[in-house]
């Protein structure tokens, strides 16, 4: 059974870095029948997919528009593990993060969801 | 983007009755290579991450109710609750994975009447 566990900072003052990242037990993140993502989910935003990295052969990295110039998803295979690092929050970026795991074209693994807060 | 666009907004169903979620999305999501249609269904209860109840349309999730089931191809899609039970309340979202990025509905939410 895929497990994800979410860890991260609940607070993070604007133009910082906010830093999650997701542990994978019951799968390997170099799987290459597995993609793994980033959602974040807020009132005014509702579901947004924020990117996703995946390895065949070689790793991949999608990203989306809104963010893609001030986000980085990093897989660590060392720790089984992938990352999220998005630049320059602003309190528009508080909402909460969710990692998951793609399968069936779908999302049945979820992290348990962190809420990130920007302010100072 | 594909737009995924959902009706009604919320609904309120009695105990016991039938409550009908649509999905439409801005192009067709159905894939011709597998003859799939890459859309899913979730519930989100408060405090929870949402939850797969139907993938690729209108296979259920393993474990899901059968009083859960989805229908639809290409565009129209519907997710049917039929004999609705206290513990269906909640946030119902549609997701298509045809196309990068990944885009879902604003969410139905479900009441009991």
Not at chain 1, 55 to 81: F, G, M
Not at chain 2, 71 to 80: K, N
Not at chain 2, 100 to 108: K, R, S, Y
């Amino acid at each position: 059974q895929v497990q994800l566990r979410l860890s991260g900072p609940g607070l993070v003052e604007p133009s910082q870095t906010l830093s999650l990242t997701c542990a994978i037990s019951g799968d390997s993140v170099s799987s290459d029948s597995a993609a793994w993502i980033w959602i974040r989910q807020s009132p005014s935003r509702g579901l947004e997919w924020l990117g996703r990295t995946y390895y065949r052969s070689r790793w991949y990295y999608d990203y989306a528009v809104s963010v893609e110039s001030r986000l980085t998803i990093n897989p660590d295979t060392s720790k089984n593990q992938f990352s999220l690092q998005l630049r320059s929050v602003t309190p528009e970026d508080t909402s909460l993060y969710f990692c998951g795991r793609v399968s069936h074209n779908s999302i049945p693994y979820w992290g348990q969801g962190i809420l990130v807060t920007v302010s100072s | 983007d594909i737009v995924m666009t959902q009706s009604p907004d919320s609904l309120s169903v009695s105990l016991g009755e039938r409550a009908t979620i649509n999905c439409k999305s801005s192009q067709s999501v159905f894939h011709r290579s597998d003859n799939r249609n890459y859309l899913t269904w979730y519930q989100q209860k408060p405090g929870q991450p949402p939850k797969v109840l139907i993938y690729r349309a209108s296979a259920r999730e393993s474990g899901v109710p059968d009083r859960f089931s989805g229908s639809g191809s290409g565009t129209d899609f519907t997710l049917t609750i039929s004999d609705l039970q206290a513990e269906d309340v909640a946030v119902y979202y549609c997701q298509q994975y045809y196309h990068v990025p990944l885009t879902f509905g604003q969410g139905t939410k479900v009441e009991i009447k």
